[in-house]
């Protein structure tokens, strides 16, 4: 199973950018789908989730901002993200996380994201 993640880059405060993650290869069962980030510094935290059944998760520090969403055809995650503050800054993972007890989750490369004040 493979996770490639693109879309990040540099954008000012106030912008939008899109990312997205493109799965491939078998997933015994099904699985919910995340986005997670690393700043400099700090712990990877939790951005957004969303469950096989399509139904999405936040952070605090995001809702109202940020959009995950899917396409189950082309088993894809995206994460539309509004509204960028500089504190958004760090590197994005995409995730795949299987229901199935004791199956493995999978993570993407991760993509930079930088947003200047």
């Known amino acids: 199973v493979q996770l490639q993640a693109s879309g990040g880059g540099l954008v000012q405060a106030g912008g939008s950018m899109r990312l997205s993650c493109a799965v491939s290869g078998s997933i015994f069962g099904i699985y919910d789908m995340g986005w997670f980030r690393q700043a400099p510094g700090k712990e990877r935290e939790l951005v957004a989730v969303i469950t096989w059944g399509g139904s999405p998760n936040y952070a605090d520090s995001v809702k109202g901002r940020f959009t995950i969403s899917k396409d189950n055809a082309k088993n894809t995650v995206y994460l539309q993200m509004n509204g960028l503050k500089p504190e958004d800054t760090a590197v994005y993972y995409c995730?795949?996380?299987?229901?199935?007890?004791?199956?493995?989750?999978?993570w993407g490369q991760g993509t930079q994201v930088t947003v200047s004040s």
């Open positions: 995730n795949v996380k299987p229901i199935v007890p004791g199956q493995e989750t999978y």
